[in-house]
């Protein structure tokens, strides 16, 4: 089973500051296995990027992703109001599926 | 817009079995591109995938769980169904449904269900 570890476990940030979240894996793969989540209390996790770097429909421009191996990265450039949330990444690379831990973005 | 709804009993006593259905809306669950699965996420805890079934039944589950878990399909309903046994206090979670593609490179979960609370206690 891979293990996803995500850091920080939290991050106090103002709007318009750039946030910058890391997942590591404890096995390499192939970026084409990551994606990541944003979750709102009481809401579903919503998809953001997959395959590492890619968007999902919808999805502004100031997230974008990186990484490949065991370390991958997810950026907000400037934090806006809605963006503070927390985030999971996940690998599908082979089953089980596994999430990470997440990281919690919230308003300094 | 395809939709996923869970629904089910938000309290199961312990040793006994944890039911849950999934509806999905605005879309076919016998599409054969893609799985409908289960994950779950205990309070204060992450994210664990229980396991996903394709429309014609065909299942694979988290080995973690794989002893106590089922999940069936209903195609006539547009549902799809978890049954967890022998429920324990730490089976206590919010489930969720989401829809993954049959293809491995695109894998991940989309769309999900807003989840369901179940507390395990007596």
């Known amino acids: 089973e891979i293990v996803l570890t995500q850091s920080p476990g939290s991050l106090s940030l103002s709007p318009g500051e750039r946030a910058s979240l890391s997942c590591r894996a404890s096995?390499?793969?192939?970026?084409?296995?990551l994606a990541w989540y944003q979750q709102k209390p009481g809401q579903a996790p919503r998809l953001l990027i997959y395959?590492?770097?890619s968007r999902a429909t919808g999805i502004p421009d100031r997230f974008s992703g990186s990484g490949s191996g065991t370390d991958f990265t997810l950026t907000i450039s400037r934090l806006e109001p809605e963006d503070f949330a927390v985030y999971y990444c996940?690998?599908?690379?082979?089953?089980?599926?596994?999430f990470g831990p997440g990281t919690k973005v919230d308003i300094k | 817009q395809l939709q996923l709804q869970e629904s089910g009993p938000g309290l199961v006593k312990p040793s006994e079995t944890l039911s849950l259905t999934c509806t999905v809306s605005?879309?076919?669950?016998?599409?054969?591109?893609?799985?409908w699965g289960w994950i779950r996420q205990p309070p204060g805890k992450e994210l664990e995938w229980i396991g996903s079934?394709?429309?014609?039944?065909?299942?694979f589950y988290n080995p973690s769980l794989k002893s106590r878990v089922t999940i069936s399909v209903d195609t006539s309903k547009n549902q799809f169904s978890l049954k967890l046994t022998s429920v324990t206090a730490a089976d206590t979670a919010v489930y969720h449904c989401?829809?993954?593609?049959?293809?491995?490179?695109?894998?991940?979960?989309?769309?999900w269900g807003q989840g369901t609370l179940v507390t395990v206690s007596s």
């Open positions: 989401a829809r993954h593609s049959t293809v491995v490179d695109l894998n991940w979960f989309d769309p």
């Open positions: 605005g879309g076919s669950l016998s599409s054969s591109s893609y799985y």
């Open positions: 079934i394709y429309y014609s039944g065909t299942t």
């Open positions: 096995q390499t793969f192939s970026s084409t296995y």
């Open positions: 395959g590492a770097s």
């Open positions: 996940q690998q599908y690379y082979n089953s089980p599926f596994t």
